[in-house]
C-alpha cells in the first residue's frame, strides 16, 4: 500500500483571528510589520473568519442586530461613511511547520470580498492586489513558514468599489454591479441594505500540506445511457470518467502516478510534469456495474459513491490525496414543444420541477455547513426537486452543495448579473443609464476569470444540474460567449445551460411572477410562464416569529383599506417589508389583535402555496414543466417570500407547499370541479382507493365517494367528478373534505389531503364559530434529539383546526429552534389522531416540552410524563 507522507496536516483556519480598522493603525505600517509576531495586537477585535466585517463588529457589540427592528438604521452606511469606515486587518496566530524534504505549504482562501492582501511571518505573499468575491486565492508559502514553528498572517480586505449608493432601488443605484460581487448588499425589494457589503474573508482559509506534486480541480463525470427506473433491481453499466489538474514546483521534469480507487479497485495513469507546470490530466474510464443511481428527491434515491484520488511519487509514497464524492447520473434538457418550454431528464427520465429560489443562507454570510443541511432538508420535505441560487447572491458553496446531493435537491446556479442592476430595464434609481449598465461589471476579464474558478469548484456535485448566465439578463456578450461557447464546454459540458433565467432556452412566454397574493383559483385557470423561474406569494412568520424582529410597540397588526386597495402598516413592519394580504385574511373574521391577525395569515398562507403548486401540477406536461417558488428563504428577517424564517422557523408555507407538491398527491380543482391525482413519481401501486369525506364546522361527516381507481405515472389523472357536490356542503357555514388515497393491496396511506371550504359568500363563517375541541396528548422521547406527539381528538368533537405544534424550553416556554417537523399545521378529525416526529438539537439538562395551539384547541404544553400541563 502506498505511504501517505503529506496531507495529514490539512487544517482550517477559523479560530483566535483578530481584527482593526485601518484609520487606527499607524499609516507607517503595513503588512510586513504586521505580519511579524512581534507586533503587539493590544486593543484588537476578535473576528469571526469565515465572516465579514460587519458581522465582527457586531460579535462585539459595537453595532445593534440590523435584523432586529429599525436597528439597520443605526449602522453607517459604507456610500456615506467611505470605504476605509469597513476597511480591515485581519490577523491569525498559527502554528505549523516542515517536517519533510520536499514538503509543500499552500495557503488558501475560498472566497475574499472585495480585494486585498496578504502577508505571512514578515513577507508579502501576494504579488498584487488580489480582486473578486467570486475567485479562489492559492500561495505557495513554504518558504515563508517559520522554523521554530510559530506563524503569524496579516491580510488587509478592502470593501467593493464603488459599493453602490442605497437608494431604495433594488441593487440601490447599481453600481454595486461594477464589481465582480453580489448585488443584494445593496438594498432589494426583500432586504435592507447590507452596511459593509459584505466585506470580509467571507469564506473559508486553509493551510495544505502536499509534497511536489498537488492535485487542483478533479472533475467527476458518469455517463449513464438510456431510460433507467430506481426500482431496477439489475442496472445496465454506467462509466465513470475522471480528470485532474496536478501542479508540480518541482525544478526537474519528472514523472508520477495518478490514481483513484473506488470499490477496493484502482485505476492508474503514468504522467509527465513539466518543471513549475499545471496540466490537466484524465485517467482511464471505469465501468460501475450494476451502480446504484443518484435521483432526485421525490424520483428515487441519492445513492452516493467515493473515490480516493492521488499522485504518487515512484508509485508508492503519497503526494498528494483527495476524497472525492459524486453520484451516477445524467441530466439532460429536451425541448417540449407542447409547453414550449425545456423540460429537465435525470437517467432519461422527466422530471417535473418543483422549485425554489434561494438567495444566500445568511445576509451577512454566517454560514456553515450544519445551517446548509437544515435549510437543505427543510426544502426536501417541502417536496421539492430544485434550488435556483439567483444572480443577485452567490455562487454557492460547497457545503450547500453537499446538502444538496444528499437530498436530492437539483441546482440552478444563476452567475452573478440582474437584470436590476445591469440594465434591462430603464430605472429612474440607478445612476447610468440602460446601456452603461449592461457594459457591467468594468473588468470582464476578471469576471470569466471568476466564473471559469466556480466552474472548477462545484462541477463533481451530482446535484448541480443548470447553469444560468444570469437573473433576468445575460452578462455582456463577450463574457456570455465564453461562458457559453468556451468555458463551459470545454469545464463541464455535462449539464443545461440557459442564457438567463427567462430566456426562450428556458421557457417561450418571457413573463415570470406574479409576486403577490392571489385567489386559489387563479393558479388552476391562469396560464403562466411554462418554466417559470419566479412566482411567490405572502410569507409573513407567526406570532412568535415577529416577537424576535420588532419591538413591542410596533406588533400592530396591518389594516387593508379596499377603497384604496393599501394597507395601513407600522413602520418596522414597512421596513421589513412587509407584504399585503389584500381581502383574503378578512374572510376569517374580524382581526381582533396582532396575533389573531398572524394566526389567521397562517391559514392564507397555506392555502396559497398549497393551490400554486398543485394549480402548477394539474398543468404539468401540457401548460408547464417546472415552477419555482419566489422565495423559499430569506436571509434577513423580511415578512415576505418565506417558508421558515431567517432563525428557522418554519411557518404554514412550509407545510401548504409540502402538501401540494407531494410526488403522489390527491387535489381539487376548483375550475373543473373535479377530484384528480398528480403522480410525480416512478413508483407507484397500479391499484389504489379513494375516500372522500365531508365534516360540517360542528363534526358531523358526511361520506362523498368510497372508489377503488386506476392512476398512471408521471402525469395527471382525473378520478371524481365532483360536479357541484362539495359547494353544495359549504353554502350555509362552510365545510372541511378530507381525501384520503390509499394502496388497495395493503391500505397504506399514501396520501392525505385536507381542505376547509369558504361558505356561499366567500367567507369562513362556520370556523369563526366553532366549538373547541378538546384533544389528548401523548408526548414522549424517542432518543435523543427525536420526540414524537400524538394528538388525539375524541370522537364527539369537531374538527380540531389548524394546530401548530412546537418544541419548546420548559423554563423560557419559547421554542427551540432549529426543529424539523414530520407535519404541522394539522387538523385531527373526530374519532382520529395523528402522530408528529420532532428532530431537535439535544441541550444537555434540558428535555423539551411539545406546545399545541390551534383554531380551536387551546394552548397547552405536554411533558414526557404524558401529562397535559
Known amino acids: 500500500m502506498p505511504c501517505s507522507i503529506f496531507g495529514q496536516r490539512n487544517f482550517e483556519l477559523n479560530k483566535n483571528w483578530r481584527c482593526r480598522n485601518v484609520r487606527s493603525i499607524v499609516p507607517t505600517m503595513d503588512g510586513r510589520q504586521i505580519s511579524e509576531r512581534t507586533y503587539t495586537t493590544l486593543g484588537w477585535l476578535d473576528a469571526d473568519v469565515p465572516g465579514t466585517v460587519l458581522g465582527s463588529l457586531i460579535k462585539n457589540k459595537l453595532f445593534p442586530d440590523p435584523y432586529f427592528g429599525l436597528n439597520n438604521e443605526k449602522i453607517p452606511d459604507i456610500y456615506t461613511v467611505g470605504k476605509d469606515y469597513y476597511t480591515y486587518w485581519f490577523i491569525n496566530d ?4 516542515i517536517t519533510s524534504d520536499g514538503e509543500q ?10 480585494s486585498f492582501k496578504a502577508y505571512l511571518n514578515g513577507h508579502e505573499i501576494t504579488d498584487s492586489l488580489q480582486k473578486g468575491m467570486f475567485l479562489r486565492h492559492s500561495f505557495n508559502i513554504t518558504q515563508y513558514i517559520a522554523k521554530n514553528g510559530k506563524n503569524r498572517l496579516a491580510v488587509i480586505v478592502y470593501p467593493p468599489d464603488p459599493a453602490g449608493n442605497p437608494n431604495g432601488g433594488q441593487g440601490g443605484d447599481g453600481t454595486i454591479a461594477k464589481s465582480v460581487t453580489n448585488q443584494y448588499v445593496a438594498g432589494w425589494d426583500w432586504i435592507q441594505p447590507v452596511r459593509d457589503r459584505n466585506t470580509g474573508i467571507w469564506d473559508k482559509v486553509t493551510v495544505e500540506h502536499t509534497g511536489r506534486a498537488r492535485i487542483k480541480n478533479p472533475h467527476i463525470i458518469t455517463i449513464v445511457p438510456g431510460v433507467r427506473h430506481p426500482e431496477q433491481t439489475k442496472q445496465a453499466p454506467a462509466t465513470l470518467k475522471v480528470s485532474t489538474e496536478i501542479e508540480y514546483t518541482g525544478a526537474q521534469k519528472t514523472e508520477r502516478v495518478v490514481r483513484y480507487t473506488i470499490n477496493g479497485k484502482a485505476v492508474e495513469k503514468k504522467v509527465s510534469l513539466a518543471p513549475n507546470s499545471t496540466t490537466t490530466f484524465s485517467l482511464p474510464d471505469y465501468i460501475i456495474q450494476n451502480p446504484k443511481l443518484w435521483w432526485p428527491n421525490g424520483y428515487g ?3 452516493l459513491y467515493k473515490i480516493k484520488l492521488q499522485v504518487l511519487v515512484n508509485g508508492q509514497q503519497v503526494s498528494d490525496e483527495q476524497e472525492i464524492s459524486f453520484g451516477v447520473r445524467e441530466i439532460k434538457g429536451v425541448w417540449n414543444k407542447t409547453t414550449k418550454s425545456r423540460e429537465v431528464h435525470v437517467n432519461g427520465q422527466k422530471i417535473f420541477i418543483k422549485g425554489g429560489n434561494w438567495i444566500a443562507s445568511d445576509a451577512m454570510l454566517r454560514l456553515t455547513a450544519q445551517r446548509y443541511d437544515v435549510e437543505i432538508r427543510m426544502h426536501r420535505d417541502m417536496n421539492l426537486n430544485l434550488i435556483r441560487v439567483w444572480g443577485g447572491s452567490l455562487t454557492e458553496r460547497p457545503e450547500f452543495y453537499d446538502a444538496c446531493d444528499k437530498y436530492g435537491l437539483l441546482v440552478m446556479q444563476d452567475f452573478w448579473v440582474s437584470g436590476d442592476c445591469n440594465g434591462r430595464w430603464y430605472d429612474a434609481f440607478k445612476k447610468d443609464d440602460t446601456l452603461t449598465r449592461r457594459t457591467y461589471p468594468d473588468d470582464h476579464k476578471l469576471f470569466i476569470q471568476s466564473i471559469e474558478d466556480q466552474i472548477k469548484m462545484l462541477r463533481s456535485h451530482p446535484s448541480l444540474a443548470i447553469w444560468c448566465g444570469g437573473n433576468e439578463i445575460t452578462p455582456p456578450k463577450d463574457i456570455l460567449e465564453a461562458m457559453k461557447y468556451s468555458l463551459l464546454p470545454k469545464l463541464d459540458g455535462t449539464r443545461i445551460f440557459f442564457d438567463y433565467s427567462n430566456h426562450d432556452s428556458m421557457s417561450y412566454n418571457s413573463h415570470d411572477g406574479p409576486y403577490s397574493i392571489q385567489t386559489e383559483r387563479s393558479f388552476f385557470e ?8 419566479e412566482i411567490g406569494s405572502v410569507g409573513l412568520g407567526d406570532f412568535e416569529s415577529l416577537e424576535r424582529i420588532m419591538p413591542v410597540q410596533n406588533m400592530i397588526a396591518p389594516r387593508f383599506d379596499k377603497q384604496t386597495g393599501t394597507d395601513k402598516i407600522d413602520s418596522v413592519w414597512q421596513y421589513h417589508k412587509y407584504k399585503s394580504y389584500d381581502t383574503l385574511v378578512d374572510a376569517y373574521g374580524v382581526v381582533t389583535n396582532t396575533e389573531n391577525f398572524c394566526k389567521k395569515a397562517q391559514m392564507v398562507n397555506y392555502n396559497q402555496y398549497r393551490a400554486l403548486m398543485e394549480g402548477f401540477c394539474n398543468h404539468e406536461w401540457d401548460w408547464y414543466t417546472g415552477v419555482i417558488i419566489w422565495k423559499t428563504q430569506n436571509p434577513w428577517t423580511a415578512m415576505l417570500g418565506q417558508m421558515y424564517d431567517t432563525y428557522l422557523d418554519p411557518n404554514a408555507c412550509l407545510y401548504g407547499l409540502s402538501e401540494g ?4 398527491h390527491i387535489f381539487y380543482d376548483p375550475v373543473s370541479k373535479s377530484v384528480k391525482v398528480a403522480n410525480n413519481s ?3 401501486p397500479k391499484t389504489l382507493k379513494m375516500s372522500i369525506c365531508v365534516y360540517d364546522t360542528s363534526g358531523k361527516q358526511y361520506t362523498v365517494v368510497n372508489k377503488h381507481l386506476y392512476t398512471t405515472t408521471n402525469g395527471i389523472c382525473e378520478v371524481y367528478k365532483a360536479g357541484n357536490t362539495l359547494d353544495s356542503f359549504s353554502k350555509r357555514a362552510g365545510s372541511f373534505v378530507n381525501m384520503v388515497l390509499t394502496d388497495s393491496a395493503n391500505g397504506y396511506q399514501i396520501d392525505e389531503n385536507f381542505y376547509w371550504l369558504p361558505d356561499a359568500t366567500g367567507k369562513y363563517s362556520g370556523i369563526a364559530g366553532m366549538r373547541e375541541a378538546n384533544v389528548k396528548t401523548n408526548y414522549k422521547i424517542i432518543e435523543p434529539g427525536i420526540a414524537e406527539l400524538t394528538i388525539e381528538n375524541p370522537a364527539e368533537n369537531p374538527v380540531a383546526f389548524f394546530i401548530r405544534v412546537s418544541l419548546t424550553d420548559p423554563k423560557t416556554r419559547k421554542r427551540i429552534l432549529p426543529v424539523l417537523y414530520s407535519d404541522n399545521y394539522v387538523s385531527v378529525l373526530p374519532g382520529k389522531y395523528k402522530k408528529i416526529l420532532m428532530e431537535y438539537k439535544t441541550q444537555t439538562g434540558t428535555i ?8 380551536n384547541v387551546k394552548k397547552q ?9
Open 861 to 869: 404544553y405536554a411533558t414526557t410524563l404524558n401529562k397535559q400541563d
Open 661 to 664: 407538491a407531494k410526488p403522489v
Open 848 to 855: 423539551p416540552w411539545a406546545t399545541i395551539d390551534g383554531w
Open 105 to 114: 505549504v499552500w495557503l488558501n482562501f475560498r472566497g475574499v470580498n472585495y
Open 526 to 533: 391562469n396560464r403562466s410562464f411554462a418554466f417559470n423561474s
Open 682 to 684: 416512478l413508483q407507484l
Open 94 to 97: 498559527f502554528e505549523d511547520s
Open 301 to 303: 434515491m441519492q445513492s
